[in-house]
């Protein structure tokens, strides 16, 4: 599953990043979903803040920010539309189960390694009803800035992350293009064991 490790390192470089010091919000400062481009901004906040802690308090931390600002359903089902058609709901009901565990997994180390990281936000576009989208640049030190589009969609009237595209990586597509890789070639089951198995 390369392509969907590489596609979580690219997330993991946006999401780790603190906020510019123009943009920076206040240290321990609740997530703000009342607009997109302050969503983006705390809530980057908030990661940079747990991966500087305790590694098994970074994954709880990380766990409850994906549980309340990703739209982990929504993008989860993406993941996997080609296989809707053909899975049980008992295999569909292990996979949502298995996702946030896995995704938590797979990304708290990168997490921490891009915790020197810094973001900055530039504007923030309207997109289709209850869309948008977030440009801003991430730079570790010594690196050039690199690009991050965050795609965010409300769900129940709150803003949440349902895509990144960092460097021109879609995460979501890799992801899927990963997932659907395992399961031709070894099977729907498979994919929920890995996933169980990463977490």
């Known amino acids: 599953m390369t392509k969907f490790r590489t596609a979580i390192a690219a997330l993991a470089f946006a999401s780790t990043a603190i906020v510019a010091p123009a943009l920076l919000a206040p240290a321990g400062a609740a997530v703000d979903a009342s607009d ?7 809530l980057t906040t908030d990661a940079f803040a747990a991966a500087n802690g305790d590694k098994g308090q970074a994954k709880a931390k990380f766990r409850a920010l ?8 929504e993008m989860g089902d993406r ?9 049980t709901p008992a295999q569909r ?3 949502k189960a298995a996702l946030p565990t896995y995704l938590v997994g797979t990304y708290t180390d990168n997490l921490i390694t891009y915790s020197d990281a810094t973001i900055k936000v530039i504007s923030a576009q309207p997109g289709n009803a209850g869309m948008a989208s977030v440009i801003t640049t991430v730079q570790k030190p010594g690196r050039s800035p690199v690009r991050a589009i965050w795609s965010l969609m409300q769900v129940g009237g709150r803003w949440k992350v349902s895509n990144v595209t960092v460097a021109g990586i879609n995460v979501a597509m890799a992801q899927a293009a990963d997932f659907d890789s395992v ?17």
Not at 66 to 73: C, R, S
Not at 82 to 87: A, F, G, K, S
């Open 36 to 42: 997109p481009q302050r969503f983006v901004q705390t």
């Open 66 to 73: 994906l549980a309340q600002h990703v739209a982990v359903d």
């Open 79 to 87: 993941l996997i539309r080609r296989w809707l058609p053909t899975i």
């Open 93 to 95: 009901a292990a996979y």
């Open 183 to 199: 399961v031709q070639r070894q099977g729907f089951d498979a994919l929920v064991r890995i996933m169980r198995a990463r977490g």
